[in-house]
DNA sequence: GTGTCAAGAACGAACATTCGTTTTACACTG
DNA sequence: CAGTGTAAAACGAATGTTCGTTCTTGACAC
């Protein structure tokens, strides 16, 4: 199809990505073929190539997906006047990684954009940006709380805006790796260990 | 040379155990060719293939290595009578976990491990087990401090042991992929958290 | 000689990617 | 509104490389 719209283009490269996401999620970035995602998409490699020049070029896309999936949750987090408390915040984002631990989730893919991220510098610097603003809104959470009493005046507040933020992958990689606690269990665990 | 001493033997088994390892945290398992571990050991392929029937062999041999490591460390802080405070058992654990960060050092391919355990079976029971038996060591720290009463009675000791043990990879994965904060900086931060 | 160990050539499968060809949608012509 | 040209889009066989593994061969200790 020549001269095709743009919509036509976006979804074509969407249902590329669909596949990919699939096929990455099920086999890993390196267990899956250009053929796998081809197949998956039940398209041709040449198809496949006009749009992705490469397989590191697909599997980046993937990458940037899933670690923005999670903007919309932090940003919900951030959007409470007055803020939540410490331990209601990290339930939220608790909420979104009990969805996201399904096999279809994200975090089985960023556990290996993870992996990937040790050897590639240009996914390496995406995901230190990510996690880094990921920080910055616990630390924001933190000094609201810091605000309000929840913390003492002389905290570091970046410092506990990362042992916060820690708690979220924490719990997800506990969940997908070691049956940790559920979610309820966990959040009332981090509930004692605030509680002041 | 035939009939060689078992010390000969096992010698050579470590040789190519180190040699992976040193491949394997450079370039991760999946770009790392049995030619590239052969290479480093500088052994050959008949050679190696000896010792190991599968390059998957060598990564669960490697794997396991990895994620005994942390054995001593946990050990010498259940080890304490009276037990150490929660926040003072977490730092000793950060303390290994900032040598194990370095380049050398086994959470790069601890890391790497997670995102396999995810397709390997074997590797994801052995990781189970694992973190599942290093919750346990801090549920152990926690019941304890619930004893001297740094802990409320009625607290969840196990979920407490997960969210601590928690802390210690969240505390690797930021340090390697997120420039957190340094290990004085972040214990204190736990102990901002834990202080009541 | 006999058994053990190492060497490295050789093998087949699988891989990412390229590229020449075919198909298709649309613009333009009369 | 037919007919036609054309360039974008899709196709898939073919390529060359690299991979993990096997196999044959030889060396040396006993």
Same mark, same amino acid.
């Given at each position: 199809?020549?001269? /095709?719209?743009?919509?036509?283009?976006?979804?074509?490269? @969407? @249902?590329? &990505?669909?596949?990919?996401? /699939?096929?990455?999620?099920?086999?890993?970035?390196?267990?899956?073929?250009? @053929?796998?995602?081809?197949?998956?998409?039940?398209?041709?490699?040449?198809?496949? #190539?006009?749009?992705?020049?490469?397989?590191?070029?697909? /599997?980046?896309?993937?990458?940037?997906?899933? %670690?923005?999936?999670?903007?919309?949750?932090?940003?919900?987090?951030?959007?409470?006047?007055?803020?939540?408390? &410490?331990?209601?915040?990290?339930?939220?984002? &608790?909420?979104?990684?009990?969805?996201?631990?399904?096999?279809?989730?994200?975090?089985?893919?960023?556990?290996?954009?993870?992996?990937?991220?040790?050897?590639?510098?240009?996914?390496?610097?995406?995901?230190?940006?990510? #996690?880094?603003?990921?920080?910055?809104?616990?630390?924001?959470?933190?000094?609201?709380? @810091?605000?309000?009493?929840?913390?003492?005046?002389?905290?570091?507040?970046?410092? /506990?805006?990362?042992?916060?933020?820690? %708690?979220?992958?924490?719990?997800? %990689?506990?969940?997908? %790796?070691?049956?940790?606690?559920?979610?309820?269990?966990?959040?009332?665990?981090?509930?004692?260990? &605030?509680?002041?």
């Amino acid at each position: 199809m020549p001269r /095709v719209s743009d919509e036509h283009l976006a979804a074509r490269r @969407q @249902q590329i &990505l669909d596949a990919a996401r /699939v096929c990455f999620s099920r086999d890993g970035f390196h267990a899956t073929s250009m @053929q796998d995602v081809i197949a998956e998409a039940g398209l041709s490699v040449g198809a496949v #190539y006009r749009y992705f020049k490469s397989k590191q070029e697909l /599997v980046m896309s993937i990458a940037m997906q899933v %670690l923005s999936s999670a903007d919309d949750v932090f940003a919900e987090i951030m959007s409470h006047d007055p803020p939540l408390p &410490l331990a209601d915040a990290v339930d939220r984002a &608790l909420e979104f990684v009990d969805r996201q631990t399904e096999p279809d989730g994200v975090f089985r893919i960023a556990i290996q954009v993870w992996s990937e991220a040790l050897r590639d510098p240009e996914l390496a610097a995406f995901v230190r940006a990510r #996690y880094t603003q990921f920080r910055g809104y616990y630390a924001a959470i933190a000094r609201r709380a @810091q605000e309000v009493g929840e913390l003492p005046p002389d905290a570091d507040i970046d410092a /506990v805006g990362a042992a916060l933020f820690g %708690l979220i992958p924490a719990y997800a %990689l506990q969940r997908i %790796l070691a049956d940790g606690p559920d979610r309820k269990t966990y959040a009332a665990a981090v509930r004692t260990l &605030l509680m002041r």
